[in-house]
């Protein structure tokens, strides 16, 4: 009796390829991905075996006992092999079946499950190993029967009852996605099985396997190692971009909870900084020169910001809002300030230098009591209200050109570390007569 071999070479071919699908692109390494890889290889193995022993029996000569020793050989080798991956699929719909949220017991159960399908497969093995195949004629040697075979039948049987008992344990704890390929499976075993049953020519068996692995292909999560690679590239871009409109506290609290906020704040300090005759400017060499050479002064600002303890808090036209001790709280924030304040004035004197510019600054300080947060519902920006906030303006605008102009409260909470020169009172809306100090 000869038998149709087609299947099995249309088998080899179409697995051949999607492993070369599969392996072309780095794949993410995830349990269920992993044991994938397996599975792939053992089919292929599977379907080169099976052709093997078909074409070494109806090739059989009477007599020639090396063929029938080969044959022998390559038969135990095909059982082994599916008692393999039966193995591998049982340790596949383990994975697979593994909540989001494993707990203790769960992982527990799931090494469990491993071990107990290990050893298994290793008693199966001992038995197809330790007894010989049996044959009825040259046309039924493809289909051996006695213990090797039945251990075959019988692991492929309690594996489909497992698989199912994990499919329908788990139905509404993981995704349908996950299940499909489990109850391919089973669906591909006994479909194949009962086809071949009838008609024994058609070796289907092998492509009932390379099936199966198709739909697990398109059934993992996330296999495109490039299309994770991207997805993180455009997390990170997103990332970055908020923590480049708020400060890294009130991002990773807006990302968990995108809703409005604002709290009271003590020991906040807060500097303006503004360009000197900003308009003349414009209009002596030109709006889009002048917003050039803002850009680059507040560019070289932020970079010099990354070096204290500051959050940049926005920009106002030619004015640049930077505060300390908040949204993260700290002691000694006003010092901070006012030492960063120091700083920028010697950066402008390079950036004059450099530039070839004359460009002045004036900056205010003040210290007290803020609400900070975020409101609104749309273009979210962390922002500072208050009466200590409304004065370091007003501070900055009362000031001298290069000089830092401060607050009698940082006065007194900076003490006798700087030396001041007091500025004439000044009768502010709002605030009424008002001393301010210059640092010197």
Request: charged share 20%.
């Given at each position: 009796?000869n ?9 080899i071919?179409?697995e ?22 397996v599975?792939?290889?053992?089919t ?13 029996i109806?090739?059989v000569i ?8 080969l044959n022998n050989f ?11 991956y ?19 017991t769960s ?6 499950g491993?071990i ?19 044959y ?5 040697w ?7 075979s039945?251990t075959?039948y019988?692991?492929?049987?309690v594996s ?15 995704s ?6 489990i ?5 591909m ?18 492509l009932?396997?390379?099936v199966?692995?198709?739909?697990m ?19 990170k ?16 609290k ?9 709290e ?5 300090s807060i500097?303006?900084?503004?360009i000197v005759n900003?308009?003349?400017?414009c ?23 990354s070096?204290?303890k500051?959050?940049?808090?926005k ?14 709280i ?7 300030t ?19 510019i004359?460009?002045?600054?004036r ?8 609400i900070?947060g ?8 962390y ?6 906030v409304?004065?370091?303006?007003r ?14 409260r940082?006065k ?29």
């Open positions: 009796m038998y149709n071999i087609e299947f099995q070479i249309a088998s071919i179409f051949i390829t999607l492993m070369i699908v599969f392996f072309s692109k780095k794949r993410w390494a995830s349990p269920a991905n992993v044991v994938y890889r599975l792939m290889i053992l292929l193995i599977t379907l080169i075996l099976d052709v093997a022993s078909v074409i070494t109806t090739e009477a007599g020639n006992e090396e063929l029938v020793r390559l038969s135990k080798s095909y059982l082994i092999v599916m008692l393999a039966i193995g591998t699929m049982d340790v596949y719909a383990i994975v697979n079946t593994m909540p989001a949220k494993a707990t203790t992982l527990t159960l799931q090494y469990v491993m107990i399908t290990a050893l298994v497969f290793i008693v199966a093995c001992g038995f197809v190993i330790a007894n010989p195949l049996l009825s004629g040259v046309g039924k493809i289909y051996s029967y006695g213990i090797p039945n075959v019988v692991m492929s049987t489909v009852i497992f698989v199912l008992v994990l499919f329908f344990c788990n139905l509404k704890k993981v349908i996605k996950r299940l499909v390929p109850i391919t499976f089973c669906v075993e006994g479909t194949v099985a009962l086809i071949q049953m009838f008609n024994k020519h058609l070796l289907i068996i092998g009932g396997i390379a199966s692995s198709l739909i292909y398109f059934a993992l999560e996330n296999p495109d190692m490039n299309m994770i690679d991207e997805l993180n590239k455009s997390n871009r997103s990332r970055d971009l908020l923590l480049n409109i708020l400060p890294l506290s009130i991002a990773n807006l990302e968990y909870n995108a809703k409005p906020f604002f009271e704040v003590n020991n906040v500097m303006f900084i503004d900003f308009t003349k400017m209009s002596e060499i030109g709006g889009t020169t002048m917003v050039k050479i803002l850009n680059e002064f507040f560019g070289e600002l932020d970079d010099l910001l070096n204290f500051v959050e940049k808090i920009t106002i036209g030619d004015a640049y809002m930077i505060a300390a001790g908040v949204p993260d700290y002691a000694e924030n006003c010092l901070e006012v030492k960063l304040a120091l700083q920028i004035l010697r950066l402008l004197n390079d950036f004059n230098r450099r530039k070839k004359d460009l002045h600054i900056i205010g300080i003040n210290n007290g009591r803020v900070a975020v409101i609104g519902k749309k273009k979210f920006i922002d500072l209200w208050g009466d200590t409304n004065l370091a303006s501070l900055e605008s009362y000031g001298v050109p290069d000089r830092i102009n401060v607050s009698e940082v007194y909470m900076l003490g006798d570390q700087f030396d001041y020169e007091p500025m004439p009172v000044v009768d502010i809306k709002g605030f009424g007569k008002i001393s301010t100090y210059l640092l010197v």
